[in-house]
């Protein structure tokens, strides 16, 4: 089966750290996935980040009910983390995030390598549908993260 693979990359005026610590803290997926997916971090807080950490989720695809199981593969704060499937709708999803710190802020770098189940039938699913909701899912990533860390540090205002 072929492997969908999605790319992402953006900067925020926010120093690595910063940036590397939004991302660190698990229930901040809530706030940057769309709502039509009824995301919930399911684990209790706190969540201790590093290899191995484990992490459940609840969330709905086409309104159908999936609990979903990462561990974090690799860590190295303030450079990148990865996640993995452990269960959930995929047979194998990978997400690496990657943090550069460049002038005028931080690139993050988002990569997901994934496959979906069923065999041919899978393989078209994810044509027609799946390699689309996953774009949608980190094209609206983009716009909460710019939201939420697009501002200058002095302008944190709601309105602002």
């Known amino acids: 089966m072929a492997e969908g693979i999605v790319h ?3 900067l925020v005026p926010l120093p690595v750290d910063e940036t590397f610590a939004f991302f660190a803290d698990a229930f901040n997926l809530e706030a940057i996935t769309p709502s039509w997916l009824c995301f919930r971090v399911l684990t209790p807080a706190p969540i201790v980040m590093g290899v ?20 974090i593969a ?5 450079k990148r983390f990865v996640d993995v499937q452990l269960s959930g709708p995929f047979t194998a999803w990978e997400h690496t995030h990657t943090f550069t710190p460049t ?4 690139l993050i770098r988002d990569v997901v390598r994934y496959r979906v189940p069923f065999g041919p039938l899978g393989e078209i699913a994810r044509r027609i549908l799946v390699r689309r ?5 980190f094209d609206h990533r983009v ?16 309105a602002g």
Request: proline content about 8%.
């Open 8 to 10: 992402r990359e953006q």
């Open 52 to 71: 191995g950490a484990l992490i459940d989720y609840r969330l709905a695809l086409h309104r159908v009910p999936v609990r979903w199981r990462t561990r």
């Open 74 to 78: 690799a860590w190295e704060p303030g």
């Open 103 to 106: 002038e005028g802020g931080t």
């Open 133 to 137: 909701d996953v774009e949608r899912i």
């Open 143 to 158: 716009v909460a993260v710019e939201r939420l860390l697009g501002r200058a540090p002095n302008d944190r205002s709601p």
